[in-house]
């Protein structure tokens, strides 16, 4: 059974960089999309970016200048690093599996809440 | 961006009773090619992940149960719990794989009547 696994810190300050790991179990991160969605507190969700295992990359435009997603086969997990943040980037972040095509993600992780405060 | 639009906001539907959520989204998102409809249904309930219900409009996900079905096509989608269950109360998500920004609806909270 696959399963994702968010890790990083819960409070990050204003301006500073918010940075992600997503580890993934139970199979390979080789032939897939990996992806990563936040949800912002009391709002809905909100497509980051992907990263194909061969290191490809797709952003979401309207966070594309602030975001890298990271891929690292050899231990079979992705990160996410967003710069300068604010406190409109306080949201739930999921990270999650795209198969078959890259939009359609059939497994997540369990979320991890990212403060932004000073 | 393709903007997805879902109805209603909040729905109340009594044990047992169908449950029918609306999704809409500003261009079509069928693949001519492959006759394909890139569009997918998500449960998400509180201190869970979203999970995948639906895909290719109608298709279900592996373990989902068939008292959920979708269809559709084009623009206009329909998510249908036949006979809802008290474990089925939830935020109901549609999103578009068609192209990125992959765009969710902005979600329609089930609740019991």
């Known amino acids: 059974q696959v399963q994702l696994q968010e890790s990083g810190p819960g409070l990050v300050k204003p301006s500073e960089t918010l940075s992600l790991t997503c580890t993934v179990s139970?199979?390979?991160?080789?032939?897939?999309?990996w992806s990563w969605i936040r949800q912002p507190p009391g709002k809905g969700l909100e497509w980051i970016g992907y990263?194909?295992?061969?290191?490809?990359?797709n952003y979401n435009p309207s966070l594309k200048s602030r975001v890298t997603i990271l891929v690292d086969t050899s231990n079979n997990h992705f990160s996410l690093r967003l710069n300068s943040v604010t406190a409109a980037d306080t949201a739930v972040y999921y990270c999650?599996?795209?198969?078959?095509?890259?939009?359609?993600?059939?497994?997540w992780g369990q979320g991890t809440l990212v403060t932004v405060s000073s | 961006d393709i903007v997805m639009t879902q109805s209603p906001d909040s729905l109340a539907v009594s044990l047992g009773e169908r449950a029918t959520i609306n999704c809409k989204s500003s261009?079509?998102?069928?693949?001519?090619?492959?006759?394909?409809?890139?569009l997918a249904w998500y449960q998400h309930k509180p201190g869970q992940p979203p999970k995948l219900l639906i895909y290719?409009?109608?298709t279900r996900e592996s373990g989902v149960p068939d008292r959920f079905s979708g269809s559709g096509s084009g623009t206009d989608f329909t998510l249908t719990i036949s006979s809802l269950q008290a474990e089925d109360v939830a935020v109901y998500y549609c999103?578009?794989?068609?192209?990125?920004?992959?765009?969710f609806g902005q979600g329609t909270k089930l609740e019991i009547k």
């Open positions: 999650a599996r795209g198969s078959i095509v890259a939009g359609r993600m059939d497994y």
């Open positions: 139970g199979g390979s991160i080789s032939s897939y999309y």
């Open positions: 990263i194909y295992y061969s290191g490809s990359t």
């Open positions: 261009q079509s998102v069928l693949y001519s090619s492959n006759n394909k409809n890139y």
């Open positions: 290719w409009a109608s």
């Open positions: 999103q578009q794989y068609y192209t990125p920004p992959y765009t």
